[in-house]
């Protein structure tokens, strides 16, 4: 009998943490994909500046322009990211699209308030995205 409520109570704690750990995960789960397409372009070519994308850590987001058939969209990221030397460092990156024949095109990126123009711009590979 001594050893069966040794095992009951042992049982008992044991699903009482098995139920806290699963809690834990649950609010500490990733947050879903964006469905914003424009951010998701956004973030990408933000990345791809990155010395150590996988640094990569979002902050806070703003979308200016997000109503269905805007002509313009603003997107701005304020995220923290490793530069080379492995600091973390708090920046701030803009993306700006316009509604264009059939989609919403790049044309204006804005990092840290320097203006990202020519080659740097194109190697950014921000695709035109079919409006929504």
């Known amino acids: 009998m001594k050893y069966f409520a040794i095992a009951f109570i042992a049982v008992i704690f044991t699903s009482i ?14 947050l ?13 070519g933000l990345k791809a500046l990155l010395k150590s994308p996988s640094s990569y850590e979002l902050i806070e987001k703003s979308i200016i322009g997000e ?6 969209r603003y997107i701005y990221i304020d995220y923290d990211a490793h530069n080379g030397y492995g600091t973390p460092l708090r920046s701030k990156f803009q993306c700006n699209f316009a509604l264009k024949n059939s989609g919403y095109e790049l044309t204006r990126v804005i ?4 203006e990202i123009k020519g080659d740097q711009l ?4 921000i ?5 929504r």
């Open 17 to 30: 943490f098995v139920l806290e750990v699963s809690e834990y995960k649950q609010r500490n789960a990733p």
């Open 32 to 44: 879903p994909k964006e469905e914003n397409p424009q951010f998701a372009e956004c973030e990408a």
């Open 67 to 72: 109503a269905v058939g805007s002509e313009v």
């Open 111 to 114: 990092s840290d308030g320097k």
């Open 122 to 125: 194109f190697n950014l590979k």
């Open 127 to 131: 695709r035109m995205i079919a409006s």
